[in-house]
Nanobody
Framework: QVQLVESGGGLVQAGGSLRLSCASS????????MGWFRQGPGKEREFVAA????????LYADSVQGRFTISRNNAKNTVYLQMNSLKSEETAVYYC????????????????WGQGTQVTVSS
């Protein structure tokens, strides 16, 4: 069974940085668009960032633009999310996801979800 395993979550002070990793066991990883989503307390799951199969194209939610960076290493079957200048409002469970397309991913086209990793930003 294909599995996405997130790591790197934890406690960080507001204004601090954290780097999340997502390791995939999928044989098609290098051909899959990947993304990050998050769900905060009392909130719906929201899109954070996406990256196409090669890493040549990325997309970010307006709320994280300029502060977060998504990247991938296909040789390691791993996607990353570098989060800088974190805000307390961004406390959430962060989920890694693999899409059905090589180029794009959104909540409606996710094929595989990770179990999530908790990110807590202290205020």
């Amino acid at each position: 069974q294909v599995q996405l395993v997130e790591s790197g979550g934890g406690l960080v002070q507001a204004g601090g940085s954290l780097r999340l990793s997502c390791a995939s066991s999928a044989r098609t990883f290098s051909r899959d668009a990947m993304g990050w989503f998050r769900q905060g307390p009392g909130k719906e799951r929201e899109f954070v960032a996406a990256i196409n199969w090669s890493g040549s194209s990325t997309l970010y939610a307006d709320s994280v633009q300029g502060r977060f960076t998504i990247s991938r290493n296909n040789a390691k079957n791993t996607v990353y999310l570098q989060m800088n200048s974190l805000k307390s409002e961004e406390t959430a469970v962060y989920y890694c996801a693999a899409g059905a397309s090589r180029s794009t991913i959104d909540a409606g086209t996710v094929r595989i979800w990770g179990q999530g990793t908790q990110v807590t930003v202290s205020s």
